[in-house]
């Protein structure tokens, strides 16, 4: 199995910015509807943004809202995750997903998605 590749995590302080990157070594995106999630301590895996494979449609959890925009670079085959505003209860393992399927079917079921990346840090201090 292909694994996705993550980046751009880091400690920040409240009301920082930090922008996440998820390549695929040796594949390609275009097929793939993408997504991140996000798992913080002591809590289960949750949603928070997808975009549609041909990048024309986004969804976020509400908690994000206004705050995270995702976005797609087919050329370079990059999925990115621009965060503002970070807030601590942002603090979590961020991890980039891809599958065939289409964008919603991808954040009903998750546990079924083609790839997953290994996750990448995020630790936001009040």
């Known amino acids: 199995q292909v694994e996705l590749v993550e980046s751009g995590g880091g400690l920040v302080q409240a009301g920082a910015s930090l922008r996440l990157s998820c390549t695929r070594p040796g594949g390609t995106f275009s097929v793939y509807s993408l997504g991140w999630f996000r798992q913080a301590p002591g809590k289960e895996r949750e949603f928070v943004a997808a975009?549609?494979?041909?990048?024309?449609?986004?969804n976020y959890a509400d908690s994000v809202k206004d705050r995270f925009t995702i976005s797609r670079d087919h050329a370079r085959n990059v999925l990115y995750l621009q965060m503002d505003s970070l807030k601590p209860e942002d603090t979590a393992v961020y991890f980039c997903?891809?599958?065939?399927?289409?964008?919603?079917?991808?954040?009903?079921?998750?546990?079924?998605?083609?790839?997953w990346g290994h996750g990448t840090q995020v630790t936001v201090s009040s």
């Open positions: 997903t891809a599958d065939r399927a289409p964008m919603a079917s991808m954040i009903a079921r998750p546990d079924q998605n083609d790839f």
């Open positions: 975009i549609s494979r041909s990048g024309g449609a986004t």
